[in-house]
Nanobody, 124 residues
Framework: VQLVESGGGLVQPGGSLRLSCAAS????????MGWFRQAPGKEREFVAA????????YYADSVKGRFTISRDNAKNTVYLQLNSLKLEDPAHYYC??????????????????WGQGTQVTVSS
């Protein structure tokens, strides 16, 4: 499985970005795609996840109502729309994939495939 993120950048507080994760290497009809982020000196943390089958979505409390995860099945691409960005949101954002849905979606240990990440910077 290969995952390629894009869409990061520098925005002002309150601004928006859309991150993309293009996936290849398996049939994306089962399992989950997750977005995680990691800031310098901090643990990698869960942001959002989406089930490939059915499209159920899950969010960390810190981003609920501001971030939206979605998918384009035809393109095997998952998006993360980041709105109302705050000064605590900057991090390297990673997408991650797994072929099953059973175990905890918010643990990064449960995702075997990772992209290289894309940097999100929020600054005035």
């Amino acid at each position: 499985v290969q995952l390629v993120e894009s869409g990061g950048g520098l925005v002002q507080p309150g601004g928006s970005l859309r991150l993309s994760c293009a996936a290849s290497g398996r049939t994306f009809s089962t399992g989950m795609m997750g977005w995680f982020r990691q800031a310098p000196g901090k643990e990698r943390e869960f942001v959002a996840a989406l089930k490939w089958s059915g499209g159920s979505t899950y969010y960390a409390d810190s981003v609920k109502g501001r971030f939206t995860i979605s998918r384009d099945n035809a393109k095997n691409t998952v998006y993360l729309q980041l709105n109302s960005l705050k000064l605590e949101d900057p991090a390297h954002y990673y997408c991650a994939d797994r072929a099953y849905s059973a175990s905890a979606y918010s643990s990064h240990y449960n995702y075997p495939y990772w992209g290289q990440g894309t940097q999100v910077t929020v600054s005035s």
